[in-house]
């Protein structure tokens, strides 16, 4: 009862925040003209297909109480694979499996520098993410930073166009990744050793929960999302771009969604809800604020100034519990 | 000593010592090369990988194997932290020419300066800076923002009963050419009210953030009438947008590059509509060129910058289209 009792002004002032972002939702439907169409609501979906798949990765990995910092790196070397492949005249299924089989490894890589060797998951992942940039751009792709792919190919065409009218092949993919993202954390024992690592990951440990296996599992998902979020980017814009991981902002983003949606940084606690409602606000407030004309520099003072207050917002409905951090916890 | 009068080296100087080098040059018996040999050139590129900078440095490359003096490249790979540093490293090992390619007007520009006072040759390529030195080698920018935007008027403007709407996708608003290319577009576009231009966003030089804010613009805006895309690498991005929303033949896509393959195929693939090409490959001679006279002690009369002018080369789909315009690697 006591434990209730304390529970009760959490999910209250959780319920605020999240009335909040609503009404933000809906004075930005109110104020830009243009905005409150069907057709840019298929814009917006369009747009933010591979920020879906990228943040239910991440929101796994977070979850866990883990950081994937390789996850830009990996969409970009998925979507590298997979086109090189195909340009090299290997059919497009077999080339979706060998690249599938590439990521797995990637994934595996990842999870077993943090469960096995036990490095803090910040620095494992950044430093595959350098791993894989140098390796795909300078080993593979000697020193080309961009892989231009052909819109004619049948690959290219199958992902950037419609299952059926209405319904495009990367919101179908969008869908299948939050569909999968809610089995594996609803449905599957992995995704509650997910939970219990991120709420106390000593004591999910030593009542002989899987934690190594399962940090495995997480960071495998999400080079898996990873991947589908290459294929549909490089398939939209007929380009794989090895610049999206040096100086673009979407590993930033992807962790804003996160953060906004309120999935705690220090994980335990999170879920689909969360992500829907953290890629709603961010794909709103870049699709508003292309609307609204504002320069890239503009853009990117804005959504520093939310995450800022999205992680205050977050310290203070996730106060830090002493006795569950650790060394190494962000 | 090599000395040059006049404010500044036009394009028709340079083509004919460009021809004169090619022609003594490659048979390997030309006059400079027993005076440049064994002097020591470095290029600091935005990043190697791309057609432009591969182009520009094997051209470089080939006159510094002819001329015997050392060419090396220091590659920031679109870091532009790690080229300050590199840039730092190369002016310590005391080069006699450095070639250095701005990311913005400002990044470089104390560098430059510093290299120059260390009696360093400094000469920028394609992309200035705001600080002056001793060559430049490069596209007019403000002639082709010009010139766009007089091609943009004349199809979208009074009379041509188009909407008059624009979208320009610069790459980063404090680029050199980004900085020219709207000034000298947006001068000519408010001598015709009919023009609108609806977004002015830059892409950081991606072509995935240019696909992404075309496809939100034509939504605002189905009746857009032409995209100005100021590097056709990013503009590759915009145009599949176009073509995604089935607007390829009603929306112009113009763009300016390097002009090699890569470019042609865009417009043969009806991508990019028309494309203003600066000729990397002939930057890399007149490049090539102006490292052999600034080894050889040329300068200015005045101490000013010497300026070479890349020949433009129009590339537009349609009957007129020549692929013969564009270069191979």
Not at chain 1, 227 to 252: E, H, I, M
Request: proline share 3%.
């Amino acid at each position: 009862m006591a434990d209730q009792a304390q529970l009760q002004p959490v999910r209250g002032r959780r319920g605020r925040r999240n009335l909040l972002e609503v009404i933000v939702l809906a004075v930005t439907l109110a104020l830009i003209p243009g905005f409150a169409t069907l057709g840019n609501l298929k814009v917006i979906l369009s747009n933010s297909a591979s920020l879906v798949m990228l943040s239910c990765g991440m929101a796994v990995v977070i979850i866990s109480r883990g950081l994937d910092l390789s996850i830009v790196a990996e969409m970009v070397a998925g979507a590298t694979t997979f086109s090189i492949l195909i340009g090299a005249g290997v059919a497009a299924p077999v080339a979706l499996l060998l690249t599938v089989a590439v990521m797995i490894m990637l994934g595996f890589l990842n999870g077993w520098l943090i469960a096995y060797v036990e490095i803090p998951a910040m620095l494992a992942t950044l430093a595959s993410a350098m791993l894989i940039t140098g390796l795909f751009r300078f080993g593979i792709l000697r020193g080309e930073y961009l892989l231009l792919l052909p819109k004619t190919d049948p690959a290219v065409v199958f992902l950037s166009g419609n299952v059926f009218p209405g319904l495009t092949v990367p919101v179908a993919l969008m869908g299948a990744t939050l569909l999968a993202t809610w089995v594996l954390l609803n449905l599957s024992a992995a995704g509650h050793t997910v939970y219990a690592m991120g709420d106390n990951f000593q004591a999910a440990r030593l009542t002989g929960l899987p934690v190594r296996r399962v940090t495995i599992v997480v960071y495998v998902f999400a080079a898996l999302t990873a991947l589908l979020a290459g294929l549909v980017t490089s398939a939209a814009s007929g380009t794989v771009d090895f610049r999206t991981v040096t100086n673009g902002t979407l590993l930033f983003e992807v962790i804003l969604v996160a953060v906004l949606g309120g999935i705690p940084l220090r994980g335990g606690r999170g879920g689909l809800r969360n992500i829907v409602i953290g890629i709603a606000l961010i794909a709103v407030l870049r699709n508003g604020m292309t609307l609204l004309n504002f320069t890239a520099q503009t853009q990117d003072v804005l959504k520093g100034l939310v995450l800022v207050t999205a992680i205050v917002a977050d310290n203070y409905f996730n106060p830090r519990d002493i006795e569950t951090d650790t060394v190494g916890d962000l | 000593m090599v000395h040059i009068t006049g404010n500044k080296l036009r394009r028709l100087a340079a083509t004919i010592v460009a021809g004169a080098c090619v022609a003594l040059g490659f048979g390997g018996s030309a006059q400079a090369g027993s005076d440049i040999a064994g002097k020591k050139v470095i290029f600091v590129p935005i990043s190697m990988g791309i057609s432009l900078t591969e182009g520009w440095a094997r051209r470089m490359k080939e006159h510094a194997a002819v001329y015997g003096y050392s060419f090396d490249i220091r590659d920031a790979a679109f870091n532009t932290g790690a080229m300050s540093e590199l840039l730092a490293k190369a002016i310590s090992e005391k080069p006699d020419v450095l070639v250095v390619h701005n990311p913005t007007v400002q990044l470089l520009a104390r560098q430059i300066k510093q290299a120059e006072s260390q009696g360093i040759k400094v000469l920028q390529l394609n992309l200035q800076s705001n600080q002056p030195s001793n060559a430049f080698v490069g596209a007019n920018w403000t002639r082709i923002g010009n010139d766009i935007a007089e091609d943009i008027v004349k199809e979208c403007g009074a009379g041509s009963g188009k909407s008059g709407k624009v979208a320009i996708i610069p790459g980063q608003l404090t680029a050199a050419d980004s900085v020219m290319m709207n000034d000298a577009a947006f001068k000519v576009f408010k001598e015709h009210p009919e023009i609108n231009v609806v977004s002015n966003q830059a892409s950081d030089w991606e072509p995935e953030k240019a696909r992404q804010i075309t496809a939100t613009v034509l939504q605002q805006n189905p009746d857009l009438c032409a995209i100005f895309g100021h590097w056709d690498v990013h503009t590759i991005g915009a145009g599949n947008a176009v073509k995604d929303a089935g607007l390829e033949d009603k929306v112009l896509v113009y763009a300016t590059g390097g002009g090699d393959t890569v470019t042609c195929k865009a417009i043969e693939d009806k991508v990019l509509d028309r494309v203003w090409s600066y000729d990397a490959d002939g930057q890399g001679r007149d490049a090539a060129t102006v490292v052999d006279l600034l080894l050889q002690g040329a300068q200015s009369s005045d101490g000013s910058m010497l300026t070479v002018e890349s020949p433009l080369k129009i590339i537009k789909a349609g009957p007129d289209y020549d692929p013969s315009l564009c270069w191979k690697m």
